[in-house]
């Protein structure tokens, strides 16, 4: 389960640059909950995403995943806990090492990240079939430098590696808006499926209306630092673009000239 309750973060505090990126941001999600954020630019969706991982602090509210308060705790010891693919393909792995190497790094995560016992025959084996279900050749390649890959390629590999440990939650951070759009329809099938089959709570974010309906079992949009429309169960499997901006201007009192949010 994910609780954030009442969080704000406000950057450039006093000055006339200030910002208010969440304003008393209330959210919570139960296991199993594949939820799509959706909102325009500076509505607050990668900030919450960032406050969540532990990026950077927020000024006041709290944050529990699975239990555990982590409000207070550092990026790097909230990785046990998360799981996270970024936009740019080119996050999230080590472009100089093969792509066995970074797997292993990945099932090392929030452990002392070191290769000097090796990858064992066992690893190795797990580590092609997990590539094999992408269908991609990837598992005839395992040796290979990760930055000879392409953007989908590369994308679908750190999905694998953000999930190889079953997070407690999964971070989706407009994972596909860097892609070709048949690339990006291949990334968001095997994401879909990789979610359904590990049962894991998720939060995407995504500029795109259409993939924000069609996946997940609810979805939220911001605005201005605030959820304000919350959809889920039969109205969401209901929604089409046209109500969702209507719902959207209902709730926010403005019209929705994103087209980016638009595309299919």
């Known amino acids: ?70 409000t207070g705790m550092s990026e790097h010891r909230r ?49 092609k079939e997990l590539l094999a279900e992408l269908g991609l050749g990837l598992e005839n390649r395992m040796t290979a430098k990760v930055g000879l890959l392409s953007g989908g390629q590369r994308q679908a590999l750190t999905l694998l590696m953000a999930t190889i440990r079953k997070p407690k939650l999964l971070l989706l951070d407009e994972h596909t808006a860097a892609l070709d759009p048949r690339t990006a329809a291949k990334v968001l099938e095997l994401s879909e499926r990789i979610i359904e089959e590990n049962q894991l709570m998720t939060l995407m974010v995504t500029h795109n209306m259409k993939d924000a309906i069609r996946y997940g079992n609810r979805l939220i949009m911001m605005n201005e630092g605030r959820v304000i429309l919350d959809i889920s169960g039969e109205e969401k499997k209901q929604l089409t673009i046209e109500l969702l901006m209507d719902e959207f201007a209902k709730a926010s009192g403005e019209t929705f000239v994103n087209d980016r949010m638009l595309l299919s």
């Open 1 to 70: 389960m994910l609780e954030i309750s009442h969080v704000t973060k406000t950057f450039n505090a006093k000055t006339v640059n200030e910002r208010v990126a969440l304003d008393d941001v209330c959210l919570r999600l139960n296991d199993r909950d594949f939820v799509t954020v959706i909102g325009g630019n500076g509505a607050g969706k990668s900030t919450l995403l960032n406050a969540i991982a532990g990026v950077w602090p927020v000024d006041s509210g709290s944050i529990v995943i699975d239990g555990t308060d982590v």
């Open 79 to 127: 990785a046990a806990l998360l799981g996270r693919v970024f936009q740019d393909p080119m996050l999230g792995t080590a472009a100089t090492m093969q792509i066995e190497e970074n797997l292993a790094l990945a099932l090392r995560r929030g452990r002392s990240r070191t290769l000097k016992a090796g990858i064992t025959r066992e690893e190795r084996s797990r580590y």
